[in-house]
């Protein structure tokens, strides 16, 4: 996957790399390089993403600006960045939603590989589907790549670890579930029967119970621009909004800002 990189970009992420090391900052590699060793499938791309815990970044900060790089906390609640001229690191300590945050079990759970020649750990593929998993974006929607992770993984999934992940957002993962066998419907048995089995008891027990009584709209976590109107104007409970999600009025407010700039969250 380095053959469309330069020597000088590659020197820069091998460079970000023993900088966390030496700061002493756990960092887990994601993005392609982590796509790639699941699935087999590489992208050619200049993104190279690493997450850490959000109460190391600014360590992780202070060491690439003594080390004579710039770096900034772009968003407070997800993400920052160094930078090396056009090239650059994005540190990510949650998904841009506020759901999938970075924690311990992230690193317990870390797959060792090699990126640029330098040991390092990867995410874990079940974190990497439930970070992908509520990515639909107008622009950019993930499923392809989470029904790709189950059908190369599905069998050796913790998928006990990987409903709990989802928790209250167990829904958006049964999607992805029924979605698998219309898409692979020779491959359909690699996604155990006993998780079909639990969340569609799920689906039955909560259809049952009827409508629920909290006036709120999830979409917001899947879409930051998609659902707008529903919060704003049609007077739903923003999903992403503490105490309900983990986010602030504040973050939210910024996140959406970032729309007309980029467009595209991870």
């Known amino acids: 996957m380095t053959e469309e990189l330069s020597e000088a970009t590659i020197r820069f992420y091998r460079h970000a790399l023993k900088i966390l090391a030496d700061a002493d900052v756990p960092a887990l590699v994601g993005g392609a390089y982590a796509f790639a060793r699941y699935t087999g499938i590489e992208r050619h791309t200049k993104d190279f993403d690493v997450f850490i815990r959000s109460g190391d970044f600014e360590k992780a900060a202070d060491a690439f600006r003594a080390s004579g790089y710039d770096a900034e906390l772009t968003f ?11 090239d650059f690191v994005d540190l990510i300590f949650s998904a841009g939603n506020g759901v999938a945050r970075v924690d311990d079990l992230w690193f317990q759970y870390a797959v060792e590989e090699t990126v640029f020649g330098v040991p390092v750990k990867l995410i874990p593929p079940e974190e990497m589907i439930w970070s992908k998993g509520l990515i639909m974006e107008r622009e950019r929607f993930d499923g392809a790549d989470v029904l790709h992770v189950m059908r190369a993984l599905g069998p050796q999934l913790d998928w006990r670890r990987l409903i709990d992940r989802f928790g209250r957002h167990w829904r958006a993962l049964f999607a992805h579930v029924v979605l698998f066998g219309y898409v692979y419907p020779s491959e359909r048995s690699r996604i155990p029967a006993a998780v079909l089995d639990e969340l569609g008891a799920r689906l039955r027990a909560e259809t049952a119970k009827g ?15 998609q659902y707008l109107m529903d919060v704003d104007e049609w007077g739903y409970l923003d999903g992403r909004l503490s105490p309900i999600g983990n986010m602030s009025e504040e973050e939210i407010a910024h996140w959406t800002a970032g729309i007309a700039q980029d467009g595209s969250p991870k």
């Not at 409508?211 to 621009?225: H, L, M, N």
Request: aromatic fraction near 12%; proline fraction near 0%; charged fraction near 25%.
């Open 211 to 225: 409508d629920a009584e909290e006036r709120v709209c999830f979409g917001t976590i899947i879409s930051r621009q």
């Open 76 to 86: 407070s609640h997800w993400l920052g960045k160094a930078f090396h001229g056009d």
